[in-house]
């Protein structure tokens, strides 16, 4: 697990049990320490944590005054106090000053385990808030899990952000996109940065499964189920405990089913077929569609009580064609991977320019297809626009040819107003966002934006 767990207290036998409690548990980023002066001096030296345990009797410094001091310095840091004495008002105290919650000695590892779920999630969601409000991009802690998405775009970029946040919970997270936008890329790199990582990333494309075969296929069976049933059978839920189960193209189930599969979200238990016998299970569910749900619900294709379920958090991937500017990073990527296949590999400059005006129906699928079919076509040359499909000749070209009428052309000023402006209206009015999407200072678009009556 990623989270930064400090444990001060003067009881060393206590910091040990407790930071082996944890690292059994999963935590590996794990401080202990004795000496609350020393505590104090790590965070007003800037560090930080995300859960700091705290002792409220240790000597020279008590463990409220440390508090106020965290606090101080790392406002984000949820603190849980930890007392030998079940003192109500001592624990209203710590509260008022902003600790999270208390723990009474001796802390079991259930209590423990509960208490740090419980801020990790309060953390997470004031994570997810903040980000909201501002429309700020954070860096990835766990660059490794989502480098296979490649991008430079803001609006991607923020959605990692949040994806991150979202992966150290189990809450369900629901992603939505067109065909072809990386929704399964998404759910994956979802899953390496969990705390699930190590278990198994199960994806079911939900188009696939068939009424007759559903329970079979998500649920298994023991043997001697059914005529044939030779052995058990391990279905989708069971070969996913622990991990993360993946249900691409969910808007496509079929309504019989879904309540099937509601069941299992609420309950967390299913039942092999040929046996009465409930069995639990431990697994992630996230779940993608191209369909548009809020459309489904309407016209009573979609359970309302499952898409709430599934909704836990919602992730939607752009088009291709909204973020252009990805688009040359994707080739050069998609043509070092050819290059394994077809030797060295290169692509002239007028094809990655023609590829760029490209509208992409299908989205990064179908860059990457074309790529390929190119590759093909070149024989072992370069890329050149004549190994590239019809369809992306033709769009360059009639917008090559194209004129503007001069009665109808604008100043090359009011083309910026209009850019800038509707810029600034997609990243809903954020100007810290809009100038990191244009590459200019924050001061020059408010000089802009002031020269346009805008405040």
Known sequence: MGNRIIIIDDEQDFLESIARGLFNAGYV?????????????????????????????MPVMNGVELLEIIKNHSPNTECIMVTAVNDARMAVACLKKGAYDYLIKPVSREDLLLKIGHAEEKKRLLDILELKRTGGIQELTN????????????????????AELHAVSNVPVLITGESGTGKELLARAIHMASPRAQDPFIPVNMASLSSSLFDDDFFGHVRGAFT???????????????????LDEIGVLPMDLQGKLLRVLQEGEFTKLGTSRMQKVDARFVAATNENLDALLKRGKFRKDLYYRLKGAQLHLPPLRERPGDIPLLIDSFVADLSGVFKE????????SMLTAYDFPGNIRELRSILHAAANLAQGRPIAPGHLPEPVRRQKQASGCAS???GNAISLS???KLYILNIYHQTAENKSQTARVLGISINTLRRKLESYAIE
């Open 29 to 57: 980023d794990v401080r202990t320490e004795s000496d609350p002066v020393k505590a104090a001096m790590f965070f007003e030296q800037g560090k930080t944590c995300d859960i700091a345990l705290i002792d409220l009797s």
């Open 143 to 162: 660059v490794k899990a989502f480098e296979r998405i490649i991008t430079r775009s803001p609006g991607i970029l923020a959605v990692l952000t949040e």
């Open 228 to 246: 044939g049933a030779e052995k058990d059978h391990k279905g989708y839920l069971e070969r996913a405990n622990h991990g993360t189960l993946f």
């Open 345 to 352: 590999r290169r692509i002239e400059d007028k094809a990655v």
């Open 404 to 406: 503007l009428p001069l």
């Open 414 to 416: 009011e083309n910026e």
